[in-house]
């Protein structure tokens, strides 16, 4: 599968941003989609994780409140909004994705074998 991501920019803190990443093929309800982000420096970390079927979602403990992950199978894509950003989120977001059967904890980014092309995200203060 191909991933395109898009939707980041800058923004002040306290404000929001709606990534969404957009997946070719015709199996993306099978993969369950991950957003990953590496800041400035700093090694990438996971963000959230949506099952295939939506009804399940993971976020790291940072963003739990702030940001939500969602997806519209008929669209074959998957969002992430981002609300209350704060400067600390300023990063690279890329999304991925990782087949069925697949095992691992959602948050390896080892596990996901498809990459988006990465989307920046500046928060000012």
């Known amino acids: 599968v191909q991933l395109q991501a898009s939707g980041g920019g800058l923004v002040q803190a306290g404000g929001s941003l709606r990534l969404a990443c957009a997946v070719s093929?015709?199996?993306?309800?099978?993969?369950?989609m991950g957003w990953f982000r590496q800041p400035p420096g700093k090694d990438r970390e996971f963000v959230a994780a949506?099952?295939?079927?939506?009804?399940?979602?993971h976020y790291l403990d940072s963003v739990k409140g702030r940001f939500t992950i969602s997806r519209d199978n008929g669209k074959n894509t998957v969002y992430l909004q981002m609300n209350s950003l704060k400067p600390e989120d300023t990063a690279a977001y890329y999304c991925?994705?990782?087949?069925?059967?697949?095992?691992?904890?959602?948050?390896?980014?080892?596990?996901?074998?498809?990459w988006g092309q990465g989307t920046k995200v500046t928060v000012s203060s």
């Open positions: 991925a994705a990782r087949g069925a059967g697949r095992g691992g904890s959602v948050s390896y980014a080892g596990a996901y074998e498809s």
């Open positions: 949506i099952a295939g079927d939506g009804r399940n979602t």
């Open positions: 093929g015709r199996t993306f309800s099978s993969y369950l």
